[in-house]
């Protein structure tokens, strides 16, 4: 996500898969591309409604914060970006936020 997200976006198919390969083939001394056997690639950029991510790594921690308070205590967010200045941008976060909010429901007076 963010900039550094950028390079990966600018490839598509083929080119990103070998792109990807070739940079784990340095880390891990030429084995990714020697026992690669299939991918599935998903382009958030391309998704409406999400076009990336929500907020990018290097985001001011406030922002998620933010993002997670209500709307006048009657619609509530959750969701990798919405964990209240936590870590954020991943599935496990989007989970953890899952569970924040779900509080906030059951706890809201």
């Known amino acids: 996500m ?7 976006q600018a490839f598509k198919g083929e080119v990103l898969r070998d792109h990807i390969l070739q ?7 030429g084995k990714a591309s020697k026992y690669y056997v299939k ?5 958030w950029e391309a998704e409406p409604f999400i076009h990336s991510a929500y907020l990018s790594d ?11 308070q ?6 509530f967010f959750c969701g990798e970006a919405y964990t209240k200045e936590d870590d954020w941008g991943g599935v496990h976060n ?3 936020a899952a569970h924040n ?9």
């Open 2 to 8: 963010g900039e550094q997200a950028k390079v990966y």
């Open 23 to 29: 940079e784990l083939d340095i880390v891990f001394d």
């Open 39 to 43: 991918h599935i690639a998903q382009n």
């Open 58 to 68: 290097n985001a001011p921690s406030h922002l998620s914060n933010t993002l997670f």
């Open 70 to 75: 209500p709307i006048d205590n009657k619609i």
């Open 94 to 96: 989007a989970i953890q």
């Open 101 to 109: 909010t779900v509080d906030e429901l059951l706890n809201h007076k």
